[in-house]
T-cell receptor, first 115, second 113 residues
Framework: GAGVSQTPSNKVTEKGKYVELRCDPI?????LYWYRQSLGQGPEFLIY????????DSGLPNDRFFAVRPEGSVSTLKIQRTERGDSAVYLC?????????????FGQGTRLTVV | QQQVKQSPQSLIVQKGGISIINCAYE??????FPWYQQFPGKGPALLIA?????SEKKEGRFTISFNKSAKQFSLHIMDSQPGDSATYFC????????????FGKGTKLSVIP
């Protein structure tokens, strides 16, 4: 596709439920990032993939959060036992490779609301 | 601990004026400083970026000024237009490892006609 695509655009779930958020990066981009943006805040880093492997997952807030990228392209962010505090916009970004000089392109985000 | 502090939180500028947004950082390992523009309902988009080996970078109406000794950098938008109305984020990364970006809290810019 032309840009980073995230689905769904909006997700409303009940507290305690499991959710999956999907990210389709720009074709050929080896680096993929997940960020979380709470209302009125800047994006916060969650996890970085280089190819299929999670090279840095230091931003994941706890073990309820997990992400995969099994074929080095599409990535899924998984949240177990959702809590109201998980409500935020989850942003995915990709770049040609994982380097500071390469531009990270962001998707439009998935707005997660936990009720 | 917030590693990148951004001000002001909101800014109103008249059309044709200069918009100035400031950021300060603490981590001296940061060596890449991008600015992102975000419209409502959209993801952030890279506007302009600078590395600490230069003190200023200009692209069109957008200029980054960088002061390494003060650990501060700023975005100047010349001849501000209503279409520039958006939220602006400064960010920083170490340029090594995961290249994760640390963002400021954002500045909501409104350019009034």
């Amino acid at each position: 596709g032309a840009g980073v695509s995230q689905t769904p655009s909006n997700k409303v779930t009940e507290k305690g439920k499991y959710v999956e958020l999907r990210c389709d990066p720009i074709s050929g981009h080896t680096a993929l990032y997940w960020y979380r943006q709470s209302l009125g805040q800047g994006p916060e880093f969650l996890i970085y993939f280089q190819g299929t492997g999670a090279a840095d997952d230091s931003g994941l807030p706890n073990d309820r959060f997990f992400a995969v990228r099994p074929e080095g392209s599409v990535s899924t962010l998984k949240i177990q036992r959702t809590e109201r505090g998980d409500s935020a916009v989850y942003l995915c970004a990709s770049s040609l490779y994982g380097g500071a000089n390469t531009e990270a392109f962001f998707g439009q985000g998935t707005r997660l609301t936990v009720v | 601990q917030q590693q990148v502090k951004q001000s002001p939180q909101s800014l109103i500028v008249q059309k044709g004026g200069i918009s100035i947004i400031n950021c300060a950082y603490e981590n001296t390992a940061f060596d890449y400083f991008p600015w992102y523009q975000q419209f409502p309902g959209k993801g952030p988009a890279l506007l302009i970026a600078i590395r600490p080996d230069v003190s200023e970078k200009k692209e069109g109406r957008f200029t980054i000024s960088f002061n390494k000794s003060a650990k501060q950098f700023s975005l100047h938008i010349m001849d501000s237009q209503p279409g520039d109305s958006a939220t602006y984020f400064c960010a920083a990364s170490t340029g090594a490892g995961s290249y994760q970006l640390t963002f400021g809290k954002g500045t909501k810019l409104s350019v009034i006609p």
